[in-house]
């Protein structure tokens, strides 16, 4: 089984000074064997650590458009913040890649695609229902009940920007070969974990502050 914390930042994202052997030993020490690595509009470090780790790596991205972020994974090549939900969307199907929508409901940092979700309800592939850096539970409650509403398999991770948060948040979760192995196993995972404390969110901000 892996225990994977499938949403972490490395210091490629504008609010995030995490280096990736840093990230590793964060990893080997709390027993996270499988992470995705979704840097805000690149994915430069997730392509070096799939090189450097022991364990698997998928190479995710979140991409902030117009309307919200989402989550490409299984990608190959970056694709730039900015553009349309539409076209977004479009870039990452071109690559064969996964849409996962992350923190959808969450109003706490208003980045979360909210409502215009159902607008790509047909397209979405995975939904991020837990993530330990949402304040408030009613937000993951609707994320979990729109992915009981389409029949889509539900992520979670810690959103790590900093190295103590990762593996906060974890799925227990048969292992897989490929994308669509990843989506059959996700469908049986078994979330785990807690919210981190809301104060973290200001060592993103002095990250973010010190890279300008």
Known sequence: MLKADLHIHTKYSMDCNSNLEDIISRCLKVGINCIAIADHGNIEGALQLQNMAPFKVIIAEEILTPKGEIMGMFLKESIPSGLSLDEAIRRIKAQNGLINVPHPFDNFRGSGLGNHIEEISDRVNVVEVFNARSPFPWGQSRARAFADKYN?????????????????????????????????????????????????????????????
Do not use: V, Y
């Open 152 to 212: 889509l398999p539900a992520s979670a991770g810690s959103d790590a920007h900093t190295i103590n948060e990762i593996g906060k948040t974890f799925i227990e979760m048969p292992t897989f070969d490929d994308s669509n192995g990843f989506l059959e196993s996700l469908a049986k995972g078994e979330i785990h974990g807690h919210r981190t404390n809301p104060l973290c969110h200001f060592r993103s901000l002095w990250a973010r502050l010190n890279k300008q």
